[in-house]
């Protein structure tokens, strides 16, 4: 199914393994019937655990607007604390419609001047998504 995907306006250079996962998961959905306003991919490792800890859980969120998808965010979390305490959080924000990123040890910074950590973010997760440590799940609504 063809996705009209705009990439004119993001801060980051998306690399090629990047989309081409992402258009590889979004074939996993049946079809769509163009009324969707947004396509949310979850990324989990059923593994993971605040005590055996394992690969982040990651989130990717597509909305359309005047026709075209747009990344809305991209989130990566992690547990902070641990043993019944641990809770699941944020650790690395890409807010693509705010145009603001936020780390979990740095607070917020404006989007543009996370290019180096979004680089060394993008490079991992496609790692690790070509390892095989998540389950996906693609949702249109």
Known sequence: MPINLDLNNM????SEGFLALLNR????????SGGENEIVF???????????????PVEIR??????????????????????HDAELTKEIDFD??????FHLYTGE????????LFEIWQA???????SGVFQTKVSAS
Do not use: M
């Open 42 to 56: 979850s990324f989990r490792d059923i593994h993971y655990s605040a005590e055996t800890g394992g690969y982040h």
């Open 11 to 14: 801060p980051f250079e998306l």
């Open 109 to 116: 910074h404006a989007l543009r001047s996370l290019d180096d």
């Open 25 to 32: 998961e979004i074939e996993q959905l049946a079809s769509l």
């Open 96 to 101: 693509f419609t705010q145009g603001s990123g």
């Open 62 to 83: 597509w909305v359309k607007e005047q026709g075209f998808w747009c990344f809305d965010y991209i989130t990566d979390f992690s547990f902070v604390g641990s043993g």
């Open 124 to 130: 991992n997760f496609v790692d690790y998504y070509h």
